[in-house]
């Protein structure tokens, strides 16, 4: 069973920076598709990136196109997003994810997809 704990948010100015960490027990992340997903008050949970299982791929929700990049440490078993140039939209409970068996969707990267949810961290975009 996996164990998915995140951290890293807190309060970040626009324009600003910010890592979030998950760490992962009982499960190999290399073995798994990972994701990072959000939830912002009253808006249903997004997929925000993902890393496929089957190819390696990744996958950003457009709005965060290249100002966000998702990575993995298999030696540390721990999955990364680093946000940059962040807005008041990012606003939101970030949540990582897992994910064994594969699930193709359309577009990639579905909540439902994914099986094993840590905690959330909450980032604050504000001035």
């Known amino acids: 069973q996996a164990q998915l704990v995140e951290s890293g948010g807190g309060l970040v100015q626009p324009g600003g920076s910010l890592r979030l960490s998950c760490a992962a027990s009982g499960v190999t992340l290399d073995d798994y598709a990972i994701g990072w997903f959000r939830q912002a008050p009253g808006k249903e949970r997004e997929g925000v990136s993902c890393i496929s299982k089957l190819d390696g791929s990744t996958y950003y929700t457009e709005s965060v196109k290249g100002r966000f990049t998702i990575s993995r440490d298999n030696e540390k078993n721990t999955m990364y997003l680093q946000m940059d140039d962040v807005k008041a939209e990012d606003t939101a409970i970030y949540y990582c994810?897992?994910?064994?068996?594969?699930?193709?969707?359309?577009?990639?990267?579905?909540?439902?997809?994914?099986?094993?949810w840590g905690q959330g961290t909450r980032v604050t975009v504000s001035s």
């Open positions: 994810a897992t994910q064994f068996k594969v699930i193709l969707t359309t577009p990639p990267c579905l909540p439902w997809a994914f099986s094993s």
